[in-house]
């Protein structure tokens, strides 16, 4: 198999990175000093606004990046010497392999609305304090995505390791389809138990604060114990989400930016989708599905196809399997839904 040439070399791009979190840095203060100053309950039209803000904006940022590489990729003299390279070809899989990877990652986040339904329901978090824990739990989320897909990619240069990933892209699929569902239990994780054992918590809300000292003892309060549980989860997610996107491309930046543009609209996503998150009851088995799909293309499409498996035909088998998750949920509803509005 012909050896891979990254596209965009961390080495040669560093700046686009720095530029890249600079800029995310600076939408994430722009939500949270001035459209989010005050704790508020977040209402349906905000949560749909920013949704399409944060889709848009991806959806730019690719429609960027295309034109970026149709320009630079063929004043790059390392890849010049690549005997048959395409730059006009290349500009247009960077485009695609960038949608695949968002479409998955927005896909897989989605899975998490269900974990933050159960986690603020089970700590009665106040709808205006909600905001607040999603910010900051998706800050961290960026840090630790960043970690893993460096750690990720520096594994890929191990041909050994691709098969590993799909394997277990494969396994994961397969209990997502066929597993039972298991209860979500705060109070139980070990972090959690851990925590309250060394750190005292109040036993009540402190307005928006995470922490607050109580008769000159440092106290943390049930936003931040939430907040830890949330990262906990998403440290969970991660490790299935990241090997996902590493099966589509093997480009570090479209796998950093694909990712953090999923996780920034997490937010709104919830606020927009929290009341009928539970109508998706078949999304679950789409989201198999396409894990399923990403770890046989990694094992054996990729070899299967002379290198690589055709990003269009991904981008296409992945929006097909979501898609009719998501309409066949609507079609046949779940069978209490349905009990409930006969009976209406």
């Known amino acids: 198999m012909p050896k891979y040439v990254t596209l965009f070399p961390f080495e040669q791009y560093w700046w686009f990175y720095a530029a890249f979190s600079v800029f995310v840095i600076f939408l994430l203060l722009i939500d949270l000093v001035v459209f989010h100053r005050k704790a508020h309950r977040v209402t349906l039209r905000e ?11 991806a959806l730019l940022f690719n429609v960027g ?21 395409d730059p006009q070809a ?19 986040s989605i899975d998490n609305l269900f974990v933050f339904l159960v986690v603020f329901g089970f700590f009665a978090i106040p709808p205006a304090y909600q905001h607040r824990i999603l910010f900051y739990g998706i800050l961290g989320a960026i840090i630790l995505r960043g970690l893993f897909i460096a750690i990720g990619t520096a594994l890929m240069r191990f041909h050994w390791v691709i098969y590993v990933f799909g394997a277990f892209l494969i396994f994961t ?46 106290h943390a309060t049930p936003l931040f114990v939430t907040l830890l549980f949330v990262e906990m989860t998403d440290l969970v997610f991660a490790v299935d989400s990241v090997p996902a996107i590493l099966a589509l ?37 789409g ?37 009719s998750s998501v309409i066949l949920s609507l079609v046949f509803p779940k069978k209490q839904e349905a009990v409930s509005c006969s009976a209406d």
Do not use: C
């Open 65 to 85: 990046l295309y034109f970026y590489a149709v320009w630079q990729l063929p004043q790059d003299p390392r890849l010049a010497a690549v005997a048959g390279f």
């Open 47 to 57: 949560a749909g606004v920013w949704s399409a803000v944060w889709v848009s904006l």
């Open 173 to 218: 699929g397969l209990r997502m389809i066929f597993g039972q569902e298991k209860q979500l239990e705060p109070d139980k994780n070990p972090v959690i138990r851990m925590f309250r054992r060394w750190v005292p918590v109040t036993a009540q809300f402190e307005g928006q604060n995470f922490f607050v000292r109580v008769k000159g003892v440092l």
């Open 249 to 285: 491309t093997r480009e570090p930046l479209i796998v950093f930016t694909s990712n953090v543009f999923a996780v920034l609209g997490l937010r709104s996503m919830y606020f927009l989708l929290a009341g009928v998150a539970d109508k998706f009851h078949l999304l679950k088995y």
């Open 90 to 108: 290349a500009a247009r899989r960077v485009s695609l392999e960038f949608l695949a990877g968002y479409l998955v990652e927005w896909s897989l």
């Open 287 to 323: 989201l198999g599905i396409v894990l399923v799909f990403v770890g046989l293309k990694m094992i054996w499409l990729n070899d299967l196809f002379g290198g690589h498996f055709p990003i269009g035909w991904s981008l296409g088998i992945i929006a097909g399997v979501i898609g």
